[in-house]
């Protein structure tokens, strides 16, 4: 089924290990986004990108890093993960931002929920 | 900068009663809004959306949205809850600078 693919969909981390949120969108979609949702604090966007090769920088960019090689993928990188980056991590991707015109919409992916200790 | 606020955290209603839940933004010129649903472990799924022209919007599952400029408000209404609607909801609004900014959300409770 076409739609935003999350990977893992859970993941326990020490403090100090890096590792690598996997999405995936076959939808040709070019604005790709990264949202991190915690308990009282909504969603807050960490990185976005509107198209390959270009990314930027949301409310909450420290301790993560992103790239847009191909149209589909957009890999979130935790570098050195700290206990403050347990969350649940959400990708969405929409073909323009901001999604609306029409019967677009911004597309979510089922989450991806990390800890680390 | 843009932001929005959805002061109940928690809102409880009986199954066949009318629900209202409250957001309130803040954005220089008119903004795009949404309405967003999480339901217990899943990802968000659009209700509706403002973009302009008719300020009261309709969306699915029976929900509708009315953007007030003057009172920087952008509040859901459902005629007649459901037990399947308990669900968190989320209102987001964005300029159009490629930037997405959800409120806190309200857990929504129906009691049968």
């Known amino acids: 089924n076409a739609g935003v693919t999350q990977t893992p969909k859970f993941q326990v981390l020490k403090t100090g290990q890096s590792m690598t949120l996997q999405c995936a969108q076959d939808?040709?979609?070019?604005?790709m986004s990264w949202y991190r949702q915690d308990p009282g604090m909504g969603l807050r966007l960490i990185h976005y990108s509107v198209g390959a090769g270009i990314t930027d920088q949301g409310e909450v960019p420290n301790g993560y890093n992103v790239s847009r090689s191909t149209t589909e993928d957009f890999p979130l990188r935790l570098l050195s993960a700290a206990p403050s980056q347990t969350s649940v991590y959400f990708c969405?991707?929409?073909?323009?931002?901001?999604?609306?015109?029409?019967?677009?919409?911004?597309?979510f992916g089922s989450g991806t929920q990390l800890s680390v200790l | 900068a843009q932001s929005v606020t959805q002061p109940d955290i928690h809102i409880t209603v009986s199954e066949g009663a009318s629900l209202e839940l409250r957001c309130n933004y803040s954005?220089?010129?008119?903004?795009?809004l949404f309405w967003y649903v999480q339901s217990p472990g899943q990802g968000l799924q659009l209700l509706l959306k403002y973009f302009s022209g008719d300020t009261l919007v309709q969306g699915i599952k029976g929900f509708e949205a009315e953007f007030k400029r003057s009172q920087s408000s952008f509040n859901l209404r459902k005629p007649s809850v459901h037990w399947s609607d308990a669900a968190e909801y989320f209102c987001a609004v964005t300029g159009g600078g490629n930037k997405l900014t959800f409120g806190t959300g309200t857990q929504l409770k129906v009691e049968l």
């Open positions: 954005y220089g010129a008119t903004p795009y």
């Open positions: 939808m040709n979609h070019e604005y």
């Open positions: 969405a991707s929409s073909y323009s931002f901001p999604p609306g015109q029409g019967n677009e919409k911004l597309f």
